[in-house]
């Protein structure tokens, strides 16, 4: 089992950058593959980006392509979403999430391959 919490949220301006962290608790966090998402007032909770168990591998949500990079400190038990140039439609809640895996290069873009969630930290975006 592993705990999750995520920090590093905050305001901000159109075209900023924020870095997301999440810091996990309990054993083995080099087993588990890892995830962002983020929900927006009213609606459902969006993938945002993903990172493999090796860290060889990362896949990303559309609208965040090209903006946002993951990466992962397994020494650290931590996992980042650096995020710039912000837009206003990146405002949400942004949660982390694991799953454990024995295959190390895959990624998980589902909400629901996810098996341990943290409580989410709010990114606002002002324009």
């Known amino acids: 089992q592993v705990q999750l919490v995520e920090s590093g949220g905050g305001l901000v301006q159109a075209g900023d950058s924020l870095r997301l962290s999440c810091a996990a608790s309990?054993?083995?966090?080099?087993?588990?593959?890892m995830g962002w998402f983020r929900q927006a007032p009213g609606k459902e909770r969006e993938f945002v980006a993903a990172i493999s168990v090796s860290g060889s591998s990362s896949d990303y949500g559309g609208s965040v392509k090209g903006r946002f990079t993951i990466s992962r400190a397994n020494a650290k038990n931590t996992v980042y979403l650096q995020m710039n140039s912000l837009e206003p439609e990146d405002t949400g809640v942004y949660y982390c999430?694991?799953?454990?895996?024995?295959?190390?290069?895959?990624?998980?873009?589902?909400?629901?391959?996810?098996?341990?969630w943290g409580q989410g930290t709010q990114v606002t975006v002002s324009s």
């Open positions: 999430a694991a799953v454990r895996t024995p295959t190390r290069s895959r990624t998980y873009s589902s909400s629901g391959s996810y098996d341990y």
């Open positions: 309990g054993r083995a966090f080099s087993t588990y593959a």
